[in-house]
T-cell receptor
């Protein structure tokens, strides 16, 4: 257990479903991130929250909607996804000043869109 | 176009020998470099980092080398152990950038054979 917990670990959803991914950290970090890992591709940054405000959105489709209600929790709301959105979704957190240790990642949610 | 390239998707090494993982980057503005290790069904975990003011950083069996003129980074593992078998990601960032600008390579899968 790294200190960053993601639920669920696995999710299968239809293209018309609405679901949410949850991430929780109690490391005292002040920044949280969503990354997407597709097969044979680099980890892709999706969203960044710093002090609960979104600071970066790398042109992610609107069918992905993040929410950060407080510094310990991060959600990714999913609706009308496509099969190509099937991937491993990773949450990470960091202390902004602690670049020397990078990010702490959760174990990820393996998402399959059918 | 990829800013961080790990050109070897896989590497196989005998136990006790040296493993050398390579990474190339394109932007000379990057000034902090990290290596992450990822086991199946787990998120990436931070391994070792180096800033651009250094050319070598050592931590136990792991050493990272930085060649700024060549924009090349490498990770040496000596001696390699079967438990080192994992996917290794190179990541880069720059202090002047916004939070969340860790850019990852595609990863190299290391297999250490007993």
């Amino acid at each position: 257990e790294t200190g960053v917990t993601q639920t669920p670990r696995h999710l299968v959803m239809g293209m018309t479903n609405k679901k949410s991914l949850k991430c929780e950290q109690h490391l005292g970090h002040n920044a949280m991130y969503w990354y997407k890992q597709s097969a044979k591709k680099p980890l892709e940054l999706m969203f960044v929250y710093s002090l609960e405000e979104r600071v970066e959105n790398n042109s992610v489709p609107s069918r992905f909607s993040p929410e950060c209600p407080n510094s310990s929790h991060l959600f990714l709301h999913l609706h009308t996804l496509q099969p190509e959105d099937s991937a491993l979704y990773l949450c990470a957190s960091s202390h902004g000043a602690s670049r020397g240790y990078g990010y702490t990642f959760g174990s990820g949610t393996r998402l399959t869109v059918v | 176009d990829q800013q961080v390239k790990q050109n070897s998707p896989s590497l196989s090494v005998q136990e006790g020998r040296i493993s050398i993982l390579n990474c190339d980057y394109t932007n000379s503005m990057f000034d902090y470099f990290l290596w992450y290790k990822k086991y199946p069904a787990e998120g990436p975990t931070f391994l070792i980092s180096i800033s651009s003011i250094k050319d070598k950083n050592e931590d136990g069996r792991f050493t990272v080398f930085l060649n700024k003129s060549a924009k090349h980074l490498s990770l040496h593992i000596v001696p390699s152990q079967p438990g080192d078998s994992a996917v290794y990601f190179c990541a880069v960032t720059n202090y002047g950038g916004s939070q969340g600008n860790l850019i990852f390579g595609k990863g190299t899968k290391l297999s250490v054979k007993p």
